[in-house]
């Protein structure tokens, strides 16, 4: 096994014999199988161990153990006690959801923290063949019946290519010594019960079992490559960005066959994992939204609009009598001096001495109306927006500067005809919008 994790090791991870490593060992046989290689092998490593207190005494033996172990090999060891239950409880998730989410944060914060370039985990085969029932079972797309990567940033799984057994002979070859986790003989675990009563029975049953197994796997990863090159390719001809959108044409998006199996693979990366709503969604009137937890998405028309969610700015900002420029939420410059006309959208011209201080700059609200420069009596805002045929968006980001409870200016677009003064006259008071 040595020399074919050696082989495995050249042929994919070169660059490990030079980097600084840390090595994720539990106390396992596989994670010790893995120290035991990396050891052979000549590997700059050091150890972290997390202790998720679930065991009682067991676990506090085993980070004992794994201290006396690396000891042993004068190598570095770090080692972190967990309060995992409350953690899961707070965050209303599995057990196994946290232990993972804890395990692989602190990892992350030890390779900043100590310049780690590399991170070893003890993932096998059999690993493999468990994740990829859970998921079928699951549910879950092409992404997970992949597989586990073999890398993932830092992270790297250089067992992947051996199978439990394979590890099992080594650690009996070598007297390789390790704990034994009580808790993985329990079937009421989805996986356990899944490597305990399943997997032997297919094993049983057809005896070349893993490798028609890889080798479907890699059937699956080449679909996954292909499939991917045509989502890109989509996203880069279809998915036309601006600074605050993604605009997506729902007659290009209908054209893809079959469309549950699309619209799943183009919109999970932005948390909409219910093909059904996006369906409907296509089909659905202006305005129309969904959301996730990171993303919205809006039918404005003919199109989709993908916009990520970093809060509603329904804030209110006052501007006093003596400022002469602002840079938040937008730019504007007060009082300045201008050959500019004053009919340019991006400049505007008031008689101060109507103006009351201090000014207030907010979003639109359905209530408010103004009185546009160059028609007679007041209009509806939303009317003008619908006339202007403003997007959902566009009105969304439309800035609306106030005198009291009067609007004077839709910023960039149209002044009040009540403040607006004579370009000749002597007291006037511009404000230029930047863009």
């Not at 944060?105 to 310049?115: A, I, P, T, Y």
């Not at 003989?185 to 032997?200: F, M």
Request: hydrophobic letters at 40%; a positive charge.
């Amino acid at each position: 096994m040595f020399k074919k994790f050696q082989i495995h090791l050249l042929d994919n991870f070169p660059h490990l014999k030079n980097q600084k490593i840390l090595l994720a060992l539990s106390g396992g046989l596989d994670s010790c199988v893995l120290l035991s290689l990396c050891l052979k092998q000549g590997l700059n490593i050091s150890i972290a161990h997390c202790n998720f207190q679930l065991r009682g005494k067991d676990s506090e033996e085993d980070a004992l153990w794994i201290k006396k172990l690396a000891d042993k090999n004068k190598l570095e060891c770090k080692l972190k006690r967990f309060n995992t239950e409350v953690y899961a409880k707070n965050k209303k998730i599995s057990i196994q959801m946290a232990a993972r989410k804890l395990r692989y944060d602190w990892f992350d914060e030890l390779s900043v923290k100590h310049n780690y370039e590399a991170i070893l985990v003890g993932h096998h085969a059999d690993d493999v063949i468990e994740t990829f029932m859970i998921n079928v079972i699951r549910g879950s797309g092409l992404n997970g019946l992949v597989g586990i990567p073999k890398t993932r940033d830092k992270i790297i799984r250089p067992l992947l290519p051996f199978t439990k057994i394979e590890i099992s002979n080594y650690a009996k070859k070598y007297n390789i010594k390790w704990r034994e986790d009580s808790s993985n003989g329990k079937t009421d675990y989805l996986r356990n019960a899944l490597r305990h009563k399943v997997i032997p029975n297919w094993k049983a049953i057809y005896s070349n079992f893993h490798n028609q197994f890889s080798t479907t796997l890699v059937h699956l990863e080449q679909a996954k490559v292909a499939l991917d090159f045509v989502i890109e390719d989509f996203k880069t001809n279809y998915f036309i960005k601006s600074e605050k959108q993604i605009k997506i044409s729902v007659d290009k998006l209908k054209l893809l066959k079959p469309i549950d199996f699309y619209l799943h693979a183009l919109f999970i990366k932005y948390g909409f994992e219910n093909v059904k709503d996006l369906n409907q969604l296509l089909k659905s009137q202006s305005g129309k939204q969904l959301f996730s937890k990171t993303h919205r998405l809006v039918k404005d028309r003919s199109n989709l609009l993908l916009i990520e969610l970093i809060g509603n700015n329904h804030k209110i900002y006052t501007i006093d009598r003596n400022i002469k420029n602002i840079q938040t939420p937008i730019s504007l410059k007060f009082g300045i001096k201008t050959k500019l006309k004053i009919d340019c959208r991006k400049v505007a011209c008031f008689n101060k001495k109507l103006l009351k201080f201090p000014l207030t700059l907010r979003k639109w609200n359905k209530s408010d109306y103004f009185y546009p420069n160059g028609l007679n009596g007041k209009k509806k805002l939303s009317k003008y927006f619908k006339d202007e045929k403003f997007s959902l968006i566009d009105k969304e980001n439309q800035w609306i500067l106030c005198s009291g409870d009067d609007i004077i200016w839709i910023i960039g677009k149209r002044v009040d005809s009540r403040y607006l003064l004579d370009q000749n006259a002597l007291d006037k008071w511009l404000i230029k919008y930047d863009v």
